[in-house]
T-cell receptor, first 113, second 111 residues
């Protein structure tokens, strides 16, 4: 158990819908990262937050957005969902803003039908 | 596109044998890390090697890094059935904050 929690575990929704994925980092970790894992794209970095502020952005679509709240939990919002958005979404956390040793949550499996 | 490519994509060995996985990357890096992922689950950090290091050990794991060839290898000695998983290399580079993952090697260790 990494100490990072993600909810929900599974999510099934229809195209065009909007969903919110939630992540709670390990106690004491200030930085949260979101990754997407799909069969065709592999594991891709989406976005990083550090102590409430956006720190780095990767291959995140404009339809996706994220935020980190004062209690350090983070939410990833996915809107206007397409079939191709079906994937595993992982959240990871680290003590500070560097990428050294990230702790991954169990992931949310999103299925868009 | 992914920073790293891993080789082989899949590896099947008997318990007790050694498993070697290779990773190549494209740009200069700050460090290279290896992660393990059990089927459909989260990733677990295994080991980190900095760009100025050539070799590192952790238990049954040995990692080498050749920055001139932009490649790394992960050796798992005396493998066990519980080592069955996918193994990913990940690099951090100029931006420093994000991990860029390779495609992974699926390792199966038969009892």
């Amino acid at each position: 158990d990494s100490g990072v929690t993600q909810t929900p575990k599974h999510l099934i929704t229809a195209t065009g819908q909007r969903v919110t994925l939630r992540c709670s980092p390990r106690s004491g970790d200030l930085s949260v990262y979101w990754y997407q894992q799909s069969l065709d794209q592999g594991l891709q970095f989406l976005i990083q937050y550090y102590n409430g502020e956006e720190r780095a952005k990767g291959n995140i679509l404009e339809r996706f957005s994220a935020q980190q709240f004062p209690d350090l939990h983070s939410e990833l919002n996915l809107s206007s969902l397409e079939l191709g958005d079906s994937a595993l979404y992982f959240c990871a956390s680290s003590v500070d803003g560097t990428a050294y040793e990230q702790y991954f949550g169990p992931g949310t499996r999103l299925t868009v039908t | 596109s992914q920073q790293g490519e891993e080789d082989p994509q899949a590896l099947s060995i008997q318990e007790g044998e050694n498993a070697t996985m290779n990773c190549s990357y494209k740009t200069s890096i700050n460090n290279l890390q290896w992660y393990r992922q059990n089927s459909g689950r989260g990733l677990v950090h295994l080991i980190l090697i900095r760009s100025n290091e050539r070799e590192k050990h952790s238990g049954r794991l040995r990692v080498t890094l050749d920055t001139s060839k932009k490649s790394s290898s992960l050796l798992i000695t005396a493998s066990r059935a519980a080592d069955t998983a996918s193994y990913f290399c990940a690099t951090t580079w100029n931006a420093g904050n994000m991990l860029t993952f390779g495609g992974g090697t699926r390792l199966m260790v038969k009892p």
